[in-house]
């Protein structure tokens, strides 16, 4: 049973992650076709050529508030066994870094 239960933790933890990714990803996508919409009006003035490109965002990046609401569901899972010690520190780890 402990296993069936780290399974589904890791499961929680990955589309926990996929959503933060997906909602990234939609925001980003919105606001590039408000720009575009923009444009096709005539609102937006072109940046100057000298300007350098703006640095590439993460793939991943989430907020501060979306980290934390990841190690607090970890955090109750650790509290109810479901996850190791070690594996709740794998994921904090990863969870802080990215």
């Not at 703006?54 to 980290?67: L, Q």
């Not at 990841?70 to 709740?88: I, N, R, S, W, Y």
């Amino acid at each position: 049973m402990p296993g069936l239960l780290r399974g589904v933790a890791r499961t929680a933890v990955v589309a926990g992650t996929a959503t933060a990714v997906s909602n990234r990803v939609s925001r980003r996508q919105a606001g590039r076709w408000a720009q575009q919409d923009a444009q096709q009006a005539g609102y937006y003035a072109e940046p100057a050529a000298s300007a350098p490109p703006p640095a590439p965002a993460p793939a991943a990046a989430t907020t501060m508030e979306e980290k934390l609401d990841q190690l607090k569901d970890l955090a109750t899972l650790k509290d109810q066994g479901v996850l190791t010690e070690e594996e709740f520190a794998a994921q904090k780890a990863r969870i802080l870094g990215s």
